[in-house]
T-cell receptor, first 115, second 115 residues
Framework: AQSVTQLGSHVSVSEGALVLLRCNYS??????LFWYVQYPNQGLQLLLK??????LVKGINGFEAEFKKSETSFHLTKPSAHMSDAAEYFC?????????????FGKGITLSVRP | NAGVMQNPRHLVRRRGQEARLRCSPM?????VYWYRQLPEEGLKFMVY????????ESGMPKERFSAEFPKEGPSILRIQQVVRGDSAAYFC?????????????FGPGTRLTVT
């Protein structure tokens, strides 16, 4: 069984400040890990993914995440927030093996960016 | 190169009616996943299909919900005798289903409102 925990439902940062969105996972097998972003009334867009290669993963829009097996974490960061980063962010996990790669999502975190 | 298409984008049904949600995967993708997003919650897996086969329906409610992915045409998620609790955003995602390449691409979703 797999699960994802995203602590807190809302994070607010000032424009230009560091963005840190936390994600912890539980998985009985080596996982694939993902961060998705959802803008209002839109579908999910993949930001980045971890697939057992490099532990530091770089994604789109300046985001990156680090896989830490010992901490079972995959936190998302961005050095400098931009107003356009305001959205909802979901961390997700899927099984490492098998064709059935159904995603288990966290509850999501809403990021607000203050001018 | 069209992405995942879903229609309708918005659907209003009265209690007791049927809802049909359509999903056309990306070109070359033969695997489809359906997820439901209830208000204030993350996405929950419902069903995973390959062409003409339901592979994993562990997330589907036992009654009133069914899904198909015929040899020709889009995947259909069907909800019979809708109730207010079915109001949600329904997303489909497609993937090529190749080993190790299980990235899913999401459609824009269908927002179902039951009155």
């Amino acid at each position: 069984a797999q699960s994802v925990t995203q602590l807190g439902s809302h994070v607010s940062v000032s424009e230009g400040a560091l963005v840190l969105l936390r994600c912890n996972y539980s998985s009985s097998v080596p996982p694939y890990l993902f961060w998705y972003v959802q803008y209002p009334n839109q579908g999910l867009q993949l930001l980045l993914k971890y697939t057992s290669a490099a532990t530091l993963v770089k994604g789109i829009n300046g985001f990156e995440a680090e896989f830490k097996k010992s901490e079972t974490s995959f936190h998302l960061t961005k050095p400098s927030a931009h107003m356009s980063d305001a959205a909802e962010y979901f961390c997700a996990v899927s099984p490492y093996t098998g064709a059935n790669s159904k995603l288990t999502f966290g509850k999501g975190i809403t990021l607000s960016v203050r001018p | 190169n069209a992405g995942v298409m879903q229609n309708p984008r918005h659907l209003v049904r009265r209690r007791g009616q049927e809802a049909r949600l359509r999903c056309s995967p990306m070109k070359g993708h033969s695997h489809v996943y359906w997820y439901r997003q209830l208000p204030e919650e993350g996405l929950k897996f419902m069903v995973y299909l390959q062409k003409e086969n339901i592979i994993d329906e562990s997330g589907m409610p036992k009654e009133r919900f069914s899904a198909e992915f015929p040899k020709e045409g889009p995947s259909i998620l069907r909800i019979q005798q809708v109730v207010r609790g079915d109001s949600a955003a329904y997303f489909c995602a497609s993937s090529p289903g190749l080993a190790g390449l299980n990235e899913q691409y999401f459609g824009p979703g269908t927002r179902l409102t039951v009155t």
